[in-house]
C-alpha cells in the first residue's frame, strides 16, 4: 500500500461530459503528480502541484485543470470529454517534489469514455 | 525517438532464470527510477538512482550515467515478477517523469 489513495477507481462516461478525478497524497507529502497512461502515447507527465500551487506543467491539454487543496488533496478536472481521454490516470505524491525523491504512486482511476 | 528507451519489450523466462532488462536515455537526467507496474494497474517504485547500484531482495539495479544506460537485474525470478518494468528519468530541477515504454515480463512456472 503506497498510501496515495485515488477515487473512483473505475468511470465510465460519455464524449462531450465532464468528470473529477481525486487524489490524496500519502501522509507528509507535500507534492502531488498527475499522469496519464494511454495505449498509444504509454504513460506521460501532465502537471505537479506543490503545497497548493502549480510547479510543472507537462502535456497537459487545455480542456484539463487541475488543483491542490490546502488539506493537500487533489483534483484533475476533465472536460468536454472526447474518446482519445480514455486512459489510466495516475496520482503521485512526493515528500517535496525536488530531485532525489521516490514518488509514490495510487492505484489509478481507469477512465473509459463511451 | 524517444528520450528513453526500454529493451526487450517483452521477455519470457522460466522460473528461476536470471534476468535483465535494458534502459537507455538521451537526455541528462538527476534520477533514473525503475517502476514495476501489476497486472491489474497499480505502480510501484522500485528503485531511484543517480549512480552506481542499488539492491533490494532479488532485484538490483544498477546505473552507468557516462553510457546514459542502465539495467534491472531479477535474480532466480519466481511467476509472482510477473509484470511490466517502466524506466523513468527525472530531469533538471523538477520532479515529474518522463518514461520509457516498460518491459513486459512474464515468468513461467
Known amino acids: 500500500d503506497s498510501g496515495v489513495t485515488q477515487t473512483p477507481k473505475h468511470l465510465i462516461t460519455a464524449t462531450g461530459q465532464r468528470v473529477t478525478l481525486r487524489c490524496s497524497p500519502r501522509s507528509g507529502d507535500l507534492s502531488v503528480y498527475w499522469y496519464q497512461q494511454s495505449l498509444d502515447q504509454g504513460l506521460q507527465f501532465l502537471i505537479q502541484?506543490?503545497?497548493?500551487?502549480?510547479?510543472a506543467k507537462g502535456n497537459i491539454l487545455e480542456r484539463f485543470s487541475a488543483q491542490q487543496f490546502p488539506d493537500l488533496h487533489s483534483e484533475l478536472n476533465l472536460s468536454s470529454l472526447e474518446l482519445g481521454d480514455s486512459a489510466l490516470y495516475f496520482c503521485?505524491?512526493?515528500?517535496?517534489?525536488?530531485?532525489?525523491?521516490?514518488?509514490?504512486f495510487g492505484d489509478g482511476t481507469r477512465l473509459s469514455i463511451l | 525517438k524517444n528520450e528513453v528507451e526500454q529493451s526487450p519489450q517483452n521477455l519470457t523466462a522460466q522460473e528461476g532464470e536470471f534476468i535483465t532488462i535494458n534502459c537507455s536515455y538521451s537526455?541528462?537526467?538527476?534520477?533514473l527510477h525503475w517502476l514495476q507496474q501489476h497486472p491489474g494497474g497499480g505502480i510501484v517504485s522500485l528503485f531511484m538512482?543517480?549512480?552506481g547500484k542499488k539492491k533490494h531482495g532479488r532485484l538490483i539495479a544498477t546505473i552507468n550515467i557516462q553510457e546514459k544506460h542502465s539495467s534491472l537485474h531479477i535474480t532466480a525470478s519466481h511467476p509472482r515478477d510477473s509484470a511490466v518494468y517502466i524506466c523513468a528519468v527525472s530531469r533538471g530541477s523538477q520532479g515529474n517523469l518522463i518514461f520509457g515504454k516498460g518491459t513486459k515480463l512474464s515468468v513461467k512456472p
Open positions: 502541484y506543490y503545497n497548493g500551487e502549480e510547479r
Open positions: 537526455v541528462g537526467i538527476s534520477a
Open positions: 503521485a505524491s512526493s515528500v517535496s517534489g525536488d530531485l532525489g525523491q521516490p514518488q509514490h
Open positions: 538512482l543517480s549512480s
